[in-house]
């Protein structure tokens, strides 16, 4: 009773609604040799460069059906995570998590690491974000700490989701400030 039940949700639920293209990637691994020598020649060759952040990072497969089912599964999973916790007598505190492509404005190295990915990936993570915000924010004591980076200005990306020790402290710190006005913490 009265525990706090965080739950930090976002980039591996939306992940649900998405796939990378992965064919090249198992190639890559088979001749490693070629995944290098792109890696390199990417350094000095605009094409090469293309080439290797279409093979490497590559393109991402979705449907509409497969963003509603991943949206889907957040609504199951946070409904029932609720249910439990609400057995127990603890607070269900679900929180949606900041990426890359919530940060604004973005830094140029902000712009350069996006771009690594290809064009296709932030905006299926953006659209797949808008509808878990929906669903995230239904719960009472939700919060939304996609724009906790905002006002950094370095970036602490690292990909386009995993954050360096100033970005866990922003996170951290938005949590403790969400628990306080929820009146969890005394």
């Known amino acids: 009773p009265n525990d706090v039940d965080i739950f930090y949700i976002g980039v591996n639920e939306a992940g649900v609604g998405f796939t990378q293209r992965d064919i090249p990637v198992q190639f890559i691994r088979k001749v490693p040799e070629f995944g290098t020598a792109l890696q390199k020649a990417s350094s000095y060759s605009r094409i090469a460069d293309v080439l290797f952040r279409s093979l490497v990072f590559g393109g991402v497969s979705v449907t509409e059906a497969s963003k509603a089912d991943a949206v889907e599964r957040l609504e199951q999973a946070l409904a029932e995570a609720q249910t439990i916790a609400s057995r127990a007598g603890a607070y269900f505190v679900p929180?949606?998590?900041?990426?890359?492509?919530?940060?604004?404005?973005?830094?140029?190295?902000?712009?350069?690491?996006?771009?690594?990915y290809g064009s296709q990936l932030e905006p299926v993570v953006t659209d797949i974000y808008a509808r878990m915000k929906d669903v995230v924010s239904g719960f009472p004591l939700a919060g939304d700490a996609t724009g906790v980076m905002n006002e950094l200005e370095i970036s602490p990306y690292y990909d386009w989701h995993h954050v360096d020790v100033t970005g866990n402290k922003q996170i951290a710190q938005y949590i403790f400030e969400h628990l306080i006005k929820q009146d969890l913490l005394k």
């Open 95 to 116: 929180i949606l998590q900041a990426n890359l492509f919530t940060k604004e404005p973005r830094s140029e190295f902000d712009k350069d690491l996006g771009s690594m």
